[in-house]
């Protein structure tokens, strides 16, 4: 019998990485409920250790060798730096802050309050062992937990949005404005987890460098052509990321942080959206499934989605509470809180990207990254099919 070659194997676990998901996306027309990318990720978990493993030890061992999983890792990192680093350029901090008495008290809210009640249920999850990463302290984990069930996912967001046709909408505009600051929000709350004071010095020598560097880069983006920005950009974007990761950061951190500060006005609409369209379909689904395939359930099925539901509760209970306080505050017409608090429950990307890291740099164990990983899947499900027919009920909000 032929022994496959390493570049055979790698193939192999690409054309089922981008062939098993599509198909069952597309048979059973799961995207009202569950777009393409939650059954991308469903089928990492399928595909992973904790079910295709345990059922079929011998055919996983053969397909996902740690070779092969060293050469989805590295796609699945350019990847989503790159996307990252759009959710970072498409950022309207300037629209935030003319409307920053409203903005900043919905934004506030909407991640205050689901920070506090996952917070409570982190630390009910601690009172039993399994949870807590060998590297990670209390707080952090706690802080860590309480953030993935406060953020909202805005590349996501930006495709619900367009799949609902309020994209460009006055409320479309409104709701990114909320999840913008949400992201910011996120990106500071890791680098405070990841601050490490062994290496403070080269986290603040990445910082001023940093600093420095943007102010170079934008001068230079403003006097070249679009084409050349684009390729510039990635050079940024690359070097961003190592010396984030140099300095302890992270290499998301350098990703957002280098979209975050170009204007999106140096790249048209048009382009961008395509260039985030074509990463989606390129690249996104190796991260999605590479995902999936880091689910475990040592502490046991019944723990790890006793957890799940615990975080699910705690994440959109408080989201909801959260943005009903804020219309409360803003007289908001009656309806409005609740559509707009659905729309923000999207996670499965900015906050699976969060908490993979923290599995990283092992502040949470694999089986705390799962229960995350399923609350992340549950709400993002959610989220179509309950703001559906209150966006058809509330249609003058649309332009409000």
């Given at each position: 019998m032929h022994a496959m070659t390493p570049t055979e194997v790698f193939l192999l676990a690409m054309l089922i990485i981008f062939t098993v998901p599509y198909l069952v996306w597309r048979v059973?027309?799961?995207d009202y409920w569950a777009p393409l990318v939650v059954v991308q990720i469903i089928g990492g978990i399928l595909?992973?250790?904790?079910?295709?493993?345990?059922?079929?030890?011998?055919?996983?061992?053969t397909i996902f060798t740690p070779a092969t999983l060293g050469s989805l890792n590295g796609v699945a990192w350019w990847a989503v730096m790159m996307f990252v680093w759009v959710a970072g350029i498409e950022l309207d901090l300037g629209e935030a802050w003319a409307r920053r008495g409203e903005t900043g008290v919905t934004a506030g809210l909407a991640l205050a309050v689901p920070l506090v009640t996952g917070s409570i249920a982190a630390v009910l999850m601690l009172r039993l062992p399994g949870w807590q990463g060998p590297s990670g302290a209390t707080w952090q984990v706690i802080l860590g937990i309480g953030m993935a069930c406060a953020v909202t996912a805005l590349p996501i967001l930006v495709l619900f949005l367009e799949k609902l046709e309020i994209l460009r909408q006055p409320i479309g505009q409104r709701i990114l404005r909320y999840a913008s600051?949400?992201?910011?929000?996120?990106?500071?709350?890791?680098?405070?987890i990841l601050l490490d004071w062994e290496r403070v010095g080269r986290q603040g020598g990445f910082?001023?460098?940093?600093?420095?560097?943007t102010i170079l880069v934008r001068k230079l983006m403003a006097r070249i052509e679009e084409r050349d920005r684009w390729y510039v950009s990635l050079i940024w974007l690359a070097g961003c990321g190592f010396a984030a990761d140099w300095a302890g950061l992270h290499f998301m951190v350098g990703a957002f942080l280098s979209g975050a500060v170009l204007d999106g006005k140096w790249f048209t609409t048009a382009k961008m959206d395509q260039f985030r369209h074509f990463v989606l379909l390129a690249v996104m689904p190796v991260f999605f499934l590479s995902t999936g395939l880091k689910t475990q359930w040592a502490v046991g099925g019944y723990a790890v989605f006793g957890a799940a539901a615990l975080l699910l509760v705690a994440s959109v209970g408080g989201k909801l509470a959260g943005v009903h306080i804020a219309g409360r505050i803003l007289k908001w017409r009656p309806g409005e809180a609740s559509a707009i608090g659905w729309l923000l429950q999207t996670k499965a990307l900015i906050m699976i990207i969060f908490v993979n890291i923290l599995l990283d740099k092992t502040i949470i164990t694999n089986e705390t990254f799962t229960a995350l990983l399923l609350m992340a899947l549950a709400s993002t499900m959610l989220t179509v099919p309950m703001v559906s027919p209150k966006l058809r009920r509330l249609g003058a909000l649309v332009g409000r």
């Open positions: 059973l027309r799961t595909l992973g250790p904790g079910v295709l493993g345990a059922l079929y030890p011998d055919y996983y061992a600051l949400d992201d910011i929000a996120i990106w500071g709350v890791l680098a405070l910082l001023i460098g940093f600093a420095v560097a």
